[in-house]
C-alpha cells in the first residue's frame, strides 16, 4: 500500500500532525510505502501514484486556509516580539501554494482511491475547521473518503499542540489503514 500524506503547515503544528499520521500508517502496516510532504512538494504525480491519499492543513478564518488569510497570519507573526524565525517561516509559507490552489491541480481519481481529511484548529466555540471543505473537495475529485474528517487541537493560533494530540494522530493514521 502506498499513503501520500499532503500538508500545508504555516507554524509546524500540521507538519508535525502529518507526521505522526505516517507513523501511525507504519505502526499499522510496516510494509507501507508512506510518503508525508508539504503541499509545494505534491504534484499531480506523487498524488496519482497513493492508493489511499491523507490531506491536511490548518483552520483559518473557521475554514480552509486562503491566500489572504496566509499572508494575514504571516503579518501577525511578524508583529510579535522574539518570534524572527517564526515569522520568516510563515512568510515563505504563505507565498507558496495553499492547499485550495493545489486541489485545482489535483487530478480526478478513479475507483477504489481512498482519502482521508484533518486540520489543527483551536478548541474554542464557533473556531470551525478545515477538514470538513478538505473532505469535500477530495470527494469532489472522485476520492473514497473513508473517514470522518479530523481536528486536532492547539494550545493558539500558533501553537503549541495540546498534550496528547500526537499520540492521537497516530493512533488515527493507523486506523485508516
Request: charged share 25%; net charge negative.
Amino acid at each position: 500500500m502506498h499513503t501520500v500524506i499532503v500538508y500545508e503547515s504555516m507554524y509546524g503544528n500540521t507538519r508535525e500532525i502529518a507526521e505522526a499520521i505516517a507513523e501511525g500508517v507504519h505502526d499499522a502496516d510496516p510494509g507501507a510505502s508512506v510518503d508525508c510532504l508539504p503541499v509545494a512538494e505534491a504534484d499531480a504525480e506523487v498524488t496519482r501514484s497513493a492508493d489511499l491519499l491523507v490531506v491536511g492543513g490548518p483552520t483559518h478564518m473557521r475554514g480552509m486556509s486562503s491566500g489572504l488569510s496566509r499572508r494575514m497570519a504571516a503579518a501577525a507573526e511578524g508583529h510579535k516580539e522574539g518570534r524572527e524565525e517564526a515569522a520568516a517561516k510563515a512568510r515563505e509559507t504563505a507565498q507558496g501554494p495553499g492547499l485550495r490552489a493545489w486541489f485545482h491541480d489535483l487530478p480526478t481519481t478513479g475507483a477504489a482511491t481512498y482519502a482521508a481529511a484533518f486540520d489543527t484548529r483551536v478548541d474554542i466555540p464557533r473556531a470551525g475547521g478545515a477538514a470538513d471543505g478538505i473532505a469535500h473537495r477530495l470527494s469532489r475529485h472522485h476520492y473514497d473518503v473513508v473517514a470522518e474528517p479530523e481536528g486536532f487541537i492547539v494550545e493558539d493560533t500558533d501553537g503549541p499542540l495540546r498534550a496528547g494530540e500526537l499520540d492521537r494522530a497516530r493512533a488515527w493514521g493507523a486506523r485508516l489503514v
